[in-house]
């Protein structure tokens, strides 16, 4: 991992490319974050930076988060994540990473939250199908049916796919190519879809795969 930055999804829309092709993009808002923290092999076993995004109010901060600023000097953050760089060297407490950290062409890994979808079935969890849905089938063409359990084990075994709670979970996209940056506005344009709703925090990385 070379880049890194911290981001708010803005949303999906198209742009086109000199053939006249229409490539679909979601913008985001990628940074500026600023460098709160600097990890060193000899304090700390490992090399890493961590990133603060989103300003929040000095009333809204806990005196912990409080002296971890004030200690870096730096303005209360909403959002802070760590990333492992292979060359924090270049970087100081109190640096500015902007959109222009990525180049048109890259390759980038995106993670966010996706949305909460809430308590579901498991016909849209799972994308089980239906009962017959004919005479004698009964109020229960969405229910998930026979669980097989008999009486060994007599219970029903971890990890069965059954009803729950769907999304809010960690997803990350790999392999998304970096198309339009628009430095000026901290804008950066990237080719499909990336989980998490509009104004979801997302964390953007180099891909180790394509560069």
């Known amino acids: 991992m070379k880049k890194a930055i911290i981001g708010k999804k803005?949303?999906?829309?198209?742009?086109?490319?000199e053939a006249g092709k229409v490539i679909p993009v979601t913008v985001v808002e990628a940074g500026p974050c600023v460098v709160v923290q600097k990890k060193t092999i000899e304090n700390d076993g490992y090399e890493s930076v961590q990133l603060g995004f989103g300003d929040k109010k000095a009333?809204?901060?806990?005196?912990?988060?409080?002296?971890?600023f004030?200690?870096?000097?730096?303005?209360?953050k909403r959002v802070l994540k760590e990333f492992r760089l292979e060359d924090c060297s270049s970087v100081n407490v109190g640096d500015i990473l902007k959109a222009d950290t990525f180049a048109v062409g890259d390759f980038v890994d995106?993670?966010?939250?996706?949305?909460?979808?809430?308590?579901q079935g498991?016909?849209?969890r799972y994308n089980f199908g239906k009962h017959n849905a004919a005479?004698?089938?009964g109020p229960v063409h969405r229910h998930v049916g026979s669980l097989g359990a008999a009486t060994t084990p007599s219970r029903i075994l971890k990890g069965?796919?059954?009803?729950g709670h769907m999304?809010?979970?960690k997803v990350t996209v790999q392999n998304l190519e970096v198309v339009k940056i628009d430095v000026e506005n901290n804008l950066i344009a990237l080719k499909g879809a990336i989980p998490g709703p509009k104004g979801g925090v997302v964390s953007i990385v180099n891909s180790v795969k394509k560069a």
């Open 10 to 17: 803005i949303g999906m829309t198209q742009i086109f490319d």
């Open 110 to 119: 995106v993670s966010g939250t996706s949305k909460g979808k809430g308590y």
């Open 59 to 68: 009333k809204s901060v806990n005196k912990p988060m409080k002296g971890h």
């Open 122 to 124: 498991t016909i849209k």
């Open 167 to 169: 999304g809010a979970e």
């Open 70 to 76: 004030d200690k870096s000097d730096v303005a209360y």
């Open 160 to 163: 069965k796919k059954m009803p």
């Open 135 to 137: 005479h004698g089938a």
